[in-house]
C-alpha cells in the first residue's frame, strides 16, 4: 500500500531534512484576521493556518535538542502530515534490558511529539519495543498513580530530558497491572466487540491467533504484535501511534484499577 500525498511522510536523516519555518499574518481585504500562515522558510509553502495565540515550537529546534540528550539517542524521526508533524524517537544511550513480567524483556523507547497545526504540540509519550518479538508498545498509566503528570502535554523543551526519565518511571508503574493482567482470563470475540477499534482484517488476525479464552495480558499481546507487524506498514504515523494507544483500552477490564491510554 502506498500512502497518499497528503499522508506522505519523510524520514529525518539530519537536522538539514527539517525546514526553518516563517510565520506570516492572514489578511483577508486588508484586515487582519487573527490567524496566521506557518510557512516553509525556503519554499514559502504554507503549512498550516494557526491562530495567533499558538506558538509552536519549531520542529528543527525540537530535533536538535534531541541529539543534545546526555542520556537519550535519536532512533529514528519522521515529518508527516505534510510536515505538520513530527515524531522523533528516542533510545538510551546505555540500553537497558527491562522485564515486563518474569522472563519477558523490553527495550524502553521515548517518543517526541511537536506540530504546527496545534494538534499534539510539544509532547512525550512512553514507549517500548518487546524484545521477543519486538512489539511496540505505549506505556498503560495507572491513574491513581500518575494523575498528574501521566500525559506529558505541553513540556517545556529545556525539561524533555526530565520528563524522559518520568516516562520511563511509567513501566515500573505498570508492573501491578501486567501481572493482575495475566491472571484474568476472558473471552477473545467479547473483548475484541467490546474493544472494537481495528479494521476487521486486523482483528481478524488476532482471533486466528488466540484461543477462544485468554488472558487480557496474552489480548494485549497479540494486539501490539498485529499492529506492529501487520498494520504498521501500511497507515500513517498518526494513525499507527492512535491504534497503539487504543490497544491500552483492554486494561479496563481489570476493574477497579483505573487505566487511562
Same mark, same amino acid.
Given at each position: $500500500?502506498?500512502?497518499?500525498?497528503?499522508?506522505?511522510? #519523510?524520514?529525518?536523516?539530519?537536522?538539514?531534512?527539517?525546514?526553518?519555518?516563517?510565520?506570516?499574518?492572514?489578511?483577508?481585504?486588508?484586515?487582519?484576521?487573527?490567524?496566521? +500562515?506557518?510557512?516553509?522558510?525556503?519554499?514559502?509553502?504554507?503549512?498550516?493556518? +494557526?491562530?495567533?495565540?499558538?506558538?509552536?515550537?519549531?520542529?528543527?529546534?525540537?530535533?536538535?535538542?534531541?541529539?543534545?540528550?546526555?542520556?537519550?539517542?535519536?532512533?529514528?524521526?519522521?515529518?508527516?502530515?505534510?510536515?505538520?508533524? $513530527? $515524531?522523533?524517537?528516542?533510545?538510551? @544511550?546505555?540500553?537497558?534490558?527491562?522485564?515486563?513480567?518474569?522472563?519477558?524483556?523490553?527495550?524502553?523507547?521515548?517518543r517526541i511529539f511537536n506540530s504546527y497545526d496545534g494538534t499534539m504540540a510539544l509532547s512525550l509519550q512512553s514507549y517500548g519495543i518487546r524484545l521477543v518479538c519486538t512489539n511496540g508498545m505505549v506505556a498503560p498509566t495507572l491513574v491513581s498513580s500518575y494523575r498528574k503528570i501521566h500525559a506529558f502535554q505541553n513540556i517545556d523543551l529545556e525539561q524533555i530530558e526530565k520528563y524522559a526519565a518520568l516516562a520511563t518511571e511509567?513501566?515500573?508503574?505498570?508492573?501491578? *497491572?501486567?501481572?493482575?493482567?495475566?491472571?484474568?482470563?476472558?473471552?477473545? #470475540?467479547?473483548?475484541?466487540?467490546?474493544?472494537?477499534?481495528?479494521?476487521?482484517?486486523?482483528?481478524?488476525?488476532?482471533?486466528? !491467533?488466540?484461543?477462544? #479464552?485468554?488472558?487480557?495480558?496474552?489480548?494485549?499481546?497479540? *494486539?501490539?504484535?498485529?499492529?506492529?507487524?501487520?498494520? @504498521?506498514? !501500511?497507515?500513517?504515523?498518526?494513525?499507527?501511534?492512535?491504534?497503539?494507544?487504543?490497544?491500552?483500552?483492554?486494561?479496563?477490564?481489570?476493574?477497579? $484499577?483505573?487505566?487511562?491510554?
Open positions: $500500500m502506498v500512502l497518499s500525498e497528503r499522508w506522505k511522510e #519523510n524520514k529525518i536523516s539530519s537536522v538539514q531534512d527539517i525546514p526553518w519555518t516563517e510565520q506570516v499574518p492572514v489578511v483577508v481585504f486588508e484586515k487582519d484576521t487573527g490567524f496566521k +500562515a506557518i510557512v516553509n522558510a525556503n519554499t514559502k509553502e504554507t503549512i498550516t493556518i +494557526a491562530t495567533n495565540v499558538y506558538q509552536p515550537v519549531q520542529h528543527r529546534e525540537v530535533y536538535e535538542k534531541m541529539q543534545e540528550l546526555s542520556n537519550y539517542k535519536v532512533n529514528t524521526a519522521y515529518l508527516y502530515s505534510q510536515g505538520r508533524r $513530527m $515524531m522523533i524517537e528516542l533510545r538510551e @544511550a546505555k540500553i537497558v534490558k527491562r522485564e515486563l513480567l518474569p522472563g519477558d524483556y523490553f527495550e524502553n523507547r521515548i511509567l513501566w515500573g508503574e505498570t508492573k501491578e *497491572l501486567m501481572r493482575a493482567a495475566t491472571q484474568k482470563i476472558v473471552n477473545v #470475540n467479547e473483548v475484541l466487540a467490546k474493544f472494537n477499534f481495528l479494521p476487521k482484517k486486523y482483528t481478524k488476525i488476532v482471533q486466528e !491467533n488466540l484461543d477462544a #479464552n485468554e488472558s487480557v495480558y496474552d489480548i494485549w499481546n497479540e *494486539l501490539t504484535r498485529t499492529i506492529s507487524h501487520d498494520l @504498521a506498514p !501500511n497507515v500513517g504515523t498518526n494513525n499507527l501511534v492512535e491504534t497503539q494507544k487504543y490497544a491500552n483500552t483492554i486494561f479496563k477490564l481489570l476493574k477497579p $484499577m483505573e487505566v487511562t491510554v
